[in-house]
């Protein structure tokens, strides 16, 4: 679902505009001062924001180079009953959109808002021609990953359940996201269940909901994220954890679409889409009596593998360049561009965290540098020294990458997917669902 900000501090344009807005799909906030806004622009990550030119605590203009320099990528639209030629175009020039003068009918807004649409296709046709994907957060030149996304957007208007699998980092909260934001659901909410986070009778409170004195500390009636996604999408963050007792209340409401309360016998219905994230191989997990086999086939309806980064050598430098911009933005920094050693040093490091270790890694170099150009000497030291070959001897692959390179090695060295079926030891149809989970050709 997407998102806007609306800072006024007309009360009635706030209620006027909030109701328009949802009714075309956004999930809006309010704020009535700039102060309140910009606090609000960081937490809520808006796509579209529409800015009052008056307000009672900062001047619009103000709000807005902020609002231009935070890093965020969104929108802004000016909204003010003082128009004139030399503030909109002061607008423009500073990064808004668009300028819209009080009072405007609905029809105006929609053109703005069509003409945004058209810009964003526009945009994202732009960065395909480039071989870039760029959507969602999700930042890309990978053809494996490219080819990912393109089942993931296929896979978002069916009601079948996800599995996203891959290493911690790897961006499975914003794959999920995004087939939300791409399905005929993405109106409705879009809720997270931390499945790692909880004990077991906390998250069976958390996910199914608890009446009042169910358990200890149970003070009133709760409602679960289920409920509270109606229509929507529940998003199963590491499915791998959760206890046994609640996977088999979860692989019942898979089945049947209703759930109990706890403490509550009545049944419950809900309409909802599941998509479920690990980063631990649930079939290792389900062979280790800690994850239920019926479960796992339930959910491994349709499921997606995010490579690591140090997969995606690519990838580097285009996340490396675009985060740089961003934390110089965020951090004041003059910093514009790495030097090619840096790239070439973050190119060689085997990036053990993926895309959330290079984040941190390049919003700490641009504080630590101290020209325009982000040098090796600003990186961390375990990064810049890197030795690929020495930590090639002395590391080890994770399982998942020695079954995927063994897998990719037997279909190589195979006159059939059957003859590779039968060196692997295992039957075709698991060789099918391994080789879309690695995204084999």
Not at 202 to 229: C, M, N, P, W, Y
Not at 284 to 290: F, T
Not at 333 to 347: C, M, N, P, Y
Not at 355 to 372: F, G, H, K, P, Y
């Amino acid at each position: 679902m997407k998102k806007a900000l609306i800072i006024d501090d007309d009360r009635n344009i706030l209620t006027t505009l909030a109701m328009y807005l949802e009714d075309k799909g956004f999930e809006v906030t309010t704020a009535e001062s700039g102060e309140s806004g910009l606090h609000k622009l960081r937490s809520v990550m808006p796509d579209l924001v529409l800015l009052d030119m008056k307000l009672p605590d900062r001047d619009g203009l103000d709000i807005l180079k902020e609002v231009t320099t935070s890093g965020i990528k969104t929108q802004v639209l000016m909204v003010t009953a003082y128009a004139t030629i030399e503030t909109a175009v002061s607008a423009v020039k500073m990064g808004a959109f668009d300028y819209l003068p009080k009072p405007f009918v609905p029809g105006q807004l929609d053109l703005v808002l069509e003409r945004l649409k058209r810009f964003h296709h526009m945009e994202v046709e732009i960065a395909t021609l480039k071989g870039i994907f760029s959507e969602g957060g999700i930042l890309t030149r990978n053809r494996r990953m490219r080819k990912i996304l393109q089942t993931a957007r296929q896979a978002a208007d069916a009601e079948a359940i996800v599995l996203i699998s891959g290493e911690s980092g790897t961006g499975k909260g914003l794959l999920t996201r995004l087939i939300h934001d791409w399905s005929p659901r993405s109106v409705k909410p879009f809720v997270t269940v931390d499945c790692a986070a909880l004990q077991e009778n906390l998250l069976e409170s958390d996910l199914f909901g608890h009446i009042k004195g169910a358990f200890t500390g149970a003070l009133r009636d709760k409602v679960g994220k289920l409920k509270l996604a109606e229509g929507g999408t529940v998003f199963l963050d590491e499915v791998s954890e959760i206890p046994a007792a609640v996977q088999g209340k979860l692989l019942r409401f898979i089945q049947h679409h209703e759930f109990e309360r706890v403490g509550d016998p009545k049944p419950q219905t809900v309409d909802v889409r599941i998509i479920a994230a690990s980063n631990k191989d649930l079939e290792e997990r389900v062979r280790d009596g800690a994850f239920r086999e019926d479960l796992y086939f339930r959910l491994n309806v349709l499921e997606l593998f995010l490579p690591p980064l140090r997969e995606r050598p690519e990838d580097v430098t285009l996340l490396a360049e675009h985060y740089l911009k961003q934390s110089a933005r965020l951090n004041e920094k003059s910093v514009q561009h790495i030097s090619s050693d840096a790239l070439q040093r973050l190119q060689n490091y085997s990036w053990p965290g993926n895309i959330r270790e290079l984040i941190n890694t390049i919003e700490r170099s641009v504080i630590m540098a101290t020209d325009t150009e982000l040098t090796a000497d600003d990186l961390p030291p375990h990064i810049a020294n890197f030795n690929p070959k020495a930590s090639s001897e002395t590391s080890f692959k994770s399982l998942v990458e020695i079954e995927r390179e063994h897998i990719q090695n037997a279909i190589a060295h195979s006159a059939s997917l059957e003859e590779a079926a039968k060196v692997l030891g295992i039957d075709p149809a698991t060789l099918w669902r391994k080789r879309k989970k690695y995204q084999l050709d």
